[in-house]
């Protein structure tokens, strides 16, 4: 008999709700939240009323996408945390009673795994190509900044990760800075391919190992920008382009330059993206170019599944009932997960 997963994603501001079966996905929708438009920023207490507001419609569409039964569903994998807590409670208590009422098991899922196994969800008509373990995975989003070791759908170890801020972080805040809006990381996207990489840069953290730092880069943005508009009023109007594009390409460095070292030290050659910020184009392209140079196998998720979406959290979901883990319905969600 088949296994149809339920996966249910509610860390952030983004409702959604996939069906899964034996693996390839029949339905993924997603309902985004312009509320926290107006506010530069996620509001928390926002998210887990609209999260409230919109869960039950998002579930019932993915499964009259997929042209599922309620009563079909084999279990209900849900993200337990990392994210916001009050919108974690709304999918993770929708998910207990959910599984209570149909009496089918729930299984918890680690948000960061779902990113880290995006690359495994299987769509029919679309050819399976799915990195072999072990693998690195360069998971960068809005909260982190890491490159992980990912051994088995259920074996990870992070490697290094950032010390401060998350790349997605140092997008948001250089968009802040240059007066882009929220979220900047797509806005700097847009504008960096329309500008020369090469006339402005920006000083590059030093940190040892495989460890990531964030925080220095931003401040040197704003001085940047803060002395040159000192010598001319209409700075920013003049060299947005450039200096985003000046700003991405530094920040593709910075990740790239300790994947390459993650990768001649563990030998693997198998390398993935996951996040947020791997929909960023300079970086899927310096991926692929890095990739032929020296002879990786490089995995580049789809764009609709970098961002948080519940393909992935059914497929890790999926991979954990296979392995016969069951979560117990007096689950809390969790803010903060301090390890895989
Ligand atoms: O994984 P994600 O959707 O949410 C969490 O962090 O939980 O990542 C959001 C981050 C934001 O910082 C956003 O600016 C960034 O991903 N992002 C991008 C792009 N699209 C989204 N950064 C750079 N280039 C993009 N195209």
Redesign the pocket.
Known sequence: MADIVLGIES??D?TSAAVIRDGYLLSNVIASQDVHRAYGGVVPELASRAHELNIVPVVSEALSRAGVKAGDLTAIAFTRGP?LLGSLLVGTSFAKAMGLALDIPIVEVN?LQG?LLASFIRQEGVPVREPSFPYLCLL?????SQIVRVDSPLEFTILGQTIDD????A??KC?KILGLGY????V??RLAKQGDPERFSFAKPRVPGLDYSFSGIKTSLLYFVRDRLEEDPDFLEKNREDICAGF?KALTDILLTKLIRAARETGIREVAIG???S???G?RERMLAEGQKRRWNVYLPELKF???NAAMIAIAGYHHFLAGERTSLDVAPVSRMADF
Not at 166 to 169: D, K, N, R, Y
Not at 183 to 186: A, I, K, L, T, V
């Open positions: 860390s952030c983004d994210g948000h990113h960068v989003s809005g909260g982190n998350a790349v997605g972080e997008f948001d968009a979220p900047g990381g797509p700097i996207d991405q996040g947020g910020v929909a960023n184009s970086l970098t961002t948080d």
